[in-house]
């Protein structure tokens, strides 16, 4: 059983990816979740994180992180995600709400109390995390990992070379590459095998609850992913939670990564050496993944939910 603590701004493919991590608590046990201004400012991720922790019945801490990066002002993905930052599905405004404690001292809470490791996962801008490690760096080595979903080996989709969490706040995502503490990172190359297409969508209809929510979750995100010019919906978050679960799906290569924090082209890109020599590798990059295995653990995971809720 590991230890995870999920920091995110849902934002349709973080929900899914909390959703994946408690179709399987068996094999994750999630101390808490921390949100971050990211896809949609603090206040409306954290709502939409609040919205589907109460569909599901979970009484999972929440706990409130950055209002803005580090240096930037905030970027917002609505584009993708909507004005809410999860349109499409109508669900309840949340009785539940998020606990007295900032996201840091949350963090530094779980981490310090915890007898065994706990992994980091990291769905949204790093704001939290890389000042997290910055206030309390004895904790680190109490951290396993942090699975983060952020940057590329090549390209981009908000600028030619930068991906959105990284480019949100590179100075946050320079600080975590840089921390020492173990990372594996899923990127943009990867977006291609972890799509999920109409097909797939239109399945979940008829499966229960949680599926249908997940069905009405896609159907929004898939017309901006087709304006990205992908043919399903590539479900980023998902692979950072899917990896904690079946890392042998994933191919992976240990590369030094940094990040580009002053190029005026090229600001918030994740520069991968692949060469680099063993002592400075600090990152295992996620290259290539199996489609259809990562998708059918979703809708396995779907389907325990289904049963619960
Ligand atoms: C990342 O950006 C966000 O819009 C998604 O939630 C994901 O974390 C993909 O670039
Ligand atoms: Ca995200």
């Known amino acids: 059983m590991r230890n995870i603590l999920i920091d995110c701004d849902p934002g ?24 971050v201004a990211g896809n949609q400012t603090v206040d409306k991720v954290t ?7 109460e569909f ?14 580090v240096f930037n002002s905030l970027f917002t993905g609505a584009e993708s995600h909507g004005s809410s930052g999860m349109d499409g599905p109508e669900l309840m405004e949340p009785k539940i709400k998020p606990i007295d404690k900032n996201a840091i001292e949350f963090m530094r809470e779980v981490v310090s109390s915890s007898d065994e490791p706990v992994t980091l996962v990291a769905l949204g801008p790093l704001t939290n995390i890389g000042l997290f490690l910055l206030t309390y760096p004895e904790l680190k080595e109490k951290i396993e990992m942090i699975s983060l979903m952020g940057g590329a080996y090549e390209g981009g989709n908000v600028t030619s070379c ?7 706040d590179p100075e946050a995502a320079k600080m975590v590459f840089n921390s020492g503490v173990p ?14 297409f109409d097909y797939e969508i239109e399945k979940l209809k008829d499966e229960g609850k949680v599926s249908n ?6 159907e929004f995100y898939s017309i901006a992913s087709k304006r990205f010019g992908f043919e399903g919906s590539p479900l980023y978050d998902v692979s950072s939670v899917a990896y904690l679960l079946n890392p042998e799906i994933f191919t992976l290569k240990h590369c030094k990564v940094d990040v580009e924090t002053k190029g005026e082209l090229t600001r918030g890109m994740t520069v991968v050496d692949i060469k680099a ?25 779907l389907k325990v939910l289904d049963k619960r809720v």
């Open 162 to 168: 930068a991906e959105f969490n990284i480019y949100v």
């Open 12 to 35: 349709h493919d973080d929900a899914i990816a909390i959703l994946l991590a408690l179709g399987n608590k068996e094999k994750l046990n999630i101390k808490g979740i921390t949100t």
């Open 277 to 301: 020599k063993e002592e400075e590798k600090n990152a295992y990059v996620m290259f290539d993944a199996n489609r259809e295995v990562f998708s059918n653990m979703i809708f396995e995971s």
């Open 213 to 218: 929510l997940v069905r009405e979750l896609l």
């Open 183 to 196: 990372i594996v990172m899923s990127g943009l190359d990867i977006a291609r095998e972890i799509q999920i």
């Open 56 to 69: 599901i019945g979970e009484d999972i801490p929440v706990a409130v992180g950055a209002t803005k990066p």
């Open 47 to 53: 709502n939409n994180a609040l919205k589907i922790l």
